[in-house]
């Protein structure tokens, strides 16, 4: 550990979650000095996830019985009422992933592409120097200055990387789902392939709750963005008293998880000189859904291909690192962005107007195409035009 802190560097990524560790896998691979750093003594641990993942394929990634625990094949919608509205998608299909083994794949999978990995080791600060930053980092109570080219900040919720560097990304409280959940054993399911999902103001204010069938056990959770109460007592009280309680009857928990999820769209800029912001920290996550692990792993690919680039060009101002950006946008801007605005739609309505709304979709919907899904419900219930008209 130590002969590594003290090395110097092309890169060093900041954080080995889904992002950090695509983006030293790409690094690496294309032969730039690299170096991730976790400060969690094990990668993967804790885990604030309810671990579902639309896809991992286009990633060259098979899905191994190691860590794949469930096949998904599309999602039930429960309004406040009980309104039911059945999503799939035709061939498409998703995993619940067991985090603790995920992460650690993809990790092992960066060192596998030459990679230098440490543990138990935090960022504590960032410091320009001439064409270099150093990463001042604290190990078993030592402090080391790593020296590297570029810093790839991909350091989640609570990044602090990329505002040392002088980008905008500290998450204010409230743009922060506030989550809580439990993985339990003994979960009555309505479909072990199907994912639940449940709103309502009261039981989960500008969030919902969601039941994710992970084989022998289920992640009961859910996500506020309301201070009234903490996300723990809205989830008993769901368990206890919510319309899937006798189905959460005999359940019983193995773990708990809470965490936030910063679901107020993408930060400013994630790019300066040697510095790139990747995943959770940047914002890349669905201000709607709160799914955020495909997005840093495929913005970290990114970032990871764009240093390398940048190394081998011996240049790497933000006027070349700008690549990142402009990738990363080209491909999933215009998604983060509807689905802040659907997310603010949601939360400006009461229970009576997303019963309306489940019944505008109907019992059944193929695919996830929102902007087909607007025009069916205002065709359907005129009502909540005042809603959507903005987006047609
Ligand atoms: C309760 C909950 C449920 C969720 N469910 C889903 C879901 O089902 N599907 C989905 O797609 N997304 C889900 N998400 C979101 C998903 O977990 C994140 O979007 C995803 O993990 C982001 O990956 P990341 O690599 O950007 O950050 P993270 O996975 O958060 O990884 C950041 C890493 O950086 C490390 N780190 C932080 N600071 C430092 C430092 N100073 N020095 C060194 N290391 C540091 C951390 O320890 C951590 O390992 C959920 C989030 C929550 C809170």
């Excluded at 790409?26 to 990668?43: P, V």
């Excluded at 905008?168 to 809580?180: F, N, R, Y």
């Amino acid at each position: 550990m130590m002969r590594e802190l003290n090395d110097i560097y092309d890169v060093v990524v900041v954080g080995a979650g889904p992002g950090g560790c695509m983006a030293s896998y790409a690094s690496a691979k294309n032969g730039a000095k690299t170096l991730l750093i976790e400060k969690s003594q094990e990668i993967g641990e804790p885990v604030r996830c309810a671990e579902a993942i639309p896809s991992i394929e286009e990633f060259g990634i098979e899905p191994k019985p190691e860590f794949v625990r469930n096949i998904i094949k599309g999602g039930i919608l429960f309004s406040p009422s009980g309104k039911k509205v059945i999503v799939t998608q035709d061939k498409a299909q998703g995993y619940v992933v067991e985090r603790k083994i995920f992460d650690k794949y993809l990790a092992i999978r960066a060192a596998k592409a030459g990679s230098k990995v440490v543990v138990k080791t935090t960022a504590i600060g960032l410091e320009k120097d001439g064409d270099y930053w150093n990463v001042i980092v604290e190990f078993l109570g030592e402090e080391y200055c790593i020296k590297t080219k570029i810093v790839i900040a991909a350091d989640g919720v609570e990044s602090n990387i990329a505002e040392y560097a002088g980008l905008k990304a500290k998450k204010k409280p409230l743009e922060v789902c506030s989550c809580a959940e439990y993985e339990m054993a003994n979960v009555r399911l309505l479909d072990k392939n199907m994912m639940e999902f449940y709103f309502g103001n009261e039981i989960s204010p500008g969030g919902y709750v969601w039941i994710f069938p992970k084989g022998d056990t289920a992640n009961v959770g859910l996500g506020v963005r309301d201070r009234k109460k903490k996300a723990i007592d809205y989830l008993e009280d769901f368990i206890e008293n919510g319309m899937a309680k006798d189905r959460l009857k005999e359940a019983t928990p193995i773990e708990f998880k809470v965490g936030g999820a910063p679901v107020s769209g993408p930060i400013e800029k994630t790019y300066t000189d040697g510095v790139l912001v990747v995943g959770d920290a940047a914002g890349q996550i669905s201000p709607l859904t709160g799914g955020g692990i495909y997005l840093a792993m495929d913005c970290g690919l990114i970032a990871g291909e764009v240093a390398s680039k940048a190394i081998k060009m011996n240049d790497w101002s933000e006027k070349i690192l700008k690549e990142y950006e402009d990738r990363w946008k080209e491909k999933h801007y215009e998604y983060l962005m509807n689905h802040l605005k659907y997310r603010k739609i949601l939360e400006k309505m009461s229970d009576d107007e997303l019963d309306a709304l489940a019944e505008a979709l109907g019992e059944s919907l193929d695919g996830v195409d929102l902007k087909k899904f607007v025009k069916r419900i205002i065709t359907k219930k005129p009502s909540l035009l005042k809603y959507f008209k903005d987006l047609l």
